[in-house]
């Protein structure tokens, strides 16, 4: 019984592959002898040849590229070869006429499938005659319909297999989320849905697998990405990433900035009042069953107030702060049009000339390179020395042993930091002792309850931009790493 071996080509293999196209093509259609030398100088890994014994009986041949579509020039220029293209074009699927309907050509087309799909393709083209379509559609392939190729003179389909995306999900979710997710990708994902069952191992296994993850991954589990090309992060802020340096190259990050709006700004505002009506004072006073009138409280009618940061939660704060205070004054990076719950906009080269006028400052700005340090022991003297400042955005902002110096030498009213740096805040740091400093251990965004209002504006989002991204459009929220902000995408 003869054995049937199956493997890649080498020049050594021109004679056979050439006797093998002459017996399977009219001369009109089949490729020559210099053809298939040019195509195997070129990309000889991307024959599969099958034998029985010595002899062989059948291959497969073709090319990678990223144009999507299978040219007739593509036959000729063997030199259009691109190892890393996205597609995997099939030029000639051959059997000779005595080894036919045995399932060879089958076998083979499923070798090169399979290598294109380790490969990390898109998937597959190829042409055939319309009579040839029920088989390579058995295969998975999909008729597009007539092509513009003349090759020999005939009538040709392009057909596409396109790969289904492994689809990771470790961001907690219910069933209805599920739901929803699976009928938005339809049949053009594999799904993991990760769950309380799984162990290291499967986690491990699953992010080799994918294409598409949703969560939060480690920045040291990322070396088991080998075919990531998504990573949507349920979060606003994405700097442990970026600064991280073992994202893959090449894959697509983004963020959901623009959920937490509220819900952050809504911690922000909490911690204003309560700084200005003494409410922490108050609430230690209670433990110690003292009933004692505080002197002064800070009044937010005629307050100026300064938001740092003029994104989806420093506007959010403008809105719920510009009906209670005198003025509501916004910084971003540089100057455009700005909404009008703002008085006034700056840029951040104006910054220490508002820091003075400011009677509330709102910190809602992201980890960049240019913020990390930006409130310094200059600037931060630079304020009103009974100013109430809140940090809602990261804890870098602030140069935190410049913040304990001035507190000690009687400089603000209250501060709120619901960020710092580091996290946590070591028990030993001063501030924790700081009376007149409120912390929270970044809890503004803690609101995950599966049906809560920021749950369900991070799914529809993720949802969104994973429909977009099969679909071939531009998801929104890519994080831009050289800025660290949402990259402007045109509708």
Known sequence: MEQFTIRTASMADLEAIAAVETECFPAAEAATKAEFEDRLTHYANHFWLMFEGDRLISFVDGFATDVPDLTDEMFAEASMHNETGAWQMIFG????????CRGYAGQLLQRAIDDAKSAGRKGLVLTCKKEKIHYYAKL?????????????????????????KGLVITFPWDDATRQRLVDAAGNRCDFAFMDDSWTRKDYITALKQTNILIGEPRNEDFRFCEQLEL???????????IGGGQFPAG??????????????????LAMTLALCRRLPEYRDQQHRHNWQLRKFDKQLEDATVLILGAGDIGTTL?????????????????SRSFPDCFDRMVTTAQLDDVLPEADIILCA??????????????RLRRTKKDAVLVNGGRGSLIDQDALCKLLQEGHFYGVGLEVTSPEPLPAEHPLWDQPRVLITPHASGNSFAPDSPLVRKIWALM???VDAFLSGKE?????????????????
């Open 475 to 491: 998801p929104r929220n890519q994080v831009d790493f050289a800025t660290g902000y949402r990259k402007t995408i045109q509708s």
């Open 318 to 334: 403008a809105r719920w702060m510009k009906p209670m205070v005198a003025q509501v004054i916004g910084l971003r990076r540089v």
């Open 251 to 268: 894959a697509m990050m983004c963020c959901a900035s623009g959920c937490y709006g509220n819900v952050i700004a809504e911690h922000m």
């Open 463 to 465: 949802i969104r931009n």
């Open 93 to 100: 699927v051959n059997t000779i006429p005595s080894h036919r």
């Open 140 to 164: 998975g392939f999909v008729d597009e319909g007539v092509c513009a190729s003349s090759h020999g003179g005939a009538v040709w389909h392009q057909m596409r297999l396109t790969f289904r």
């Open 231 to 241: 990573m949507h992060s349920p979060c606003s802020g994405v700097n442990y990433y």
């Open 365 to 378: 700005l992201p980890q960049t390179p240019e913020t990390v340090g930006l409130l310094n022991e200059a």
